[in-house]
């Protein structure tokens, strides 16, 4: 088992760039998928971008090209680069990793985005 814990949310205006972070209790080396999940109120979860251990990436067609989901193995750690942020951006931000797309059990509690001039 393993907890994740995402920051770097906040308010930020629109054309603006955030970093979200997810730290994990332990090694991710072990964890083979990683993505992040947002949500905004009344508005269905998404799938913003995933990532497989070998690196293989996907991006919503939302977010393709102004976010990048990216780890660092040595500090157990997912990234979520947002550029170019819009503000149907805004959301709260989901960790979600497991061994897979259909079997990730594990969440971290969110960090909220808010994209607003």
């Known amino acids: 088992q393993v907890q994740l814990v995402e920051s770097g949310g906040g308010l930020v205006q629109p054309g603006g760039s955030l970093r979200l972070s997810c730290a994990a209790s332990?090694?991710?080396?072990?964890?083979?998928?990683m993505g992040w999940y947002r949500q905004a109120p009344g508005k269905e979860r998404e799938l913003a971008a995933s990532m497989i251990s070998g690196g293989s990436t996907n991006y919503a067609d939302s977010v393709k090209g102004r976010f990048t989901i990216s780890r660092d193995n040595a500090v157990n750690t997912v990234y979520l680069q947002m550029n170019s942020l819009k503000p149907e951006d805004t959301a709260v931000y989901y960790c979600?990793?497991?061994?897979?797309?259909?079997?990730?059990?594990?969440w971290g509690k969110g960090t909220l985005v808010t994209v607003s001039s």
């Open positions: 979600n990793a497991g061994p897979n797309l259909f079997a990730a059990n594990f």
């Open positions: 332990r090694t991710i080396l072990s964890i083979n998928f």
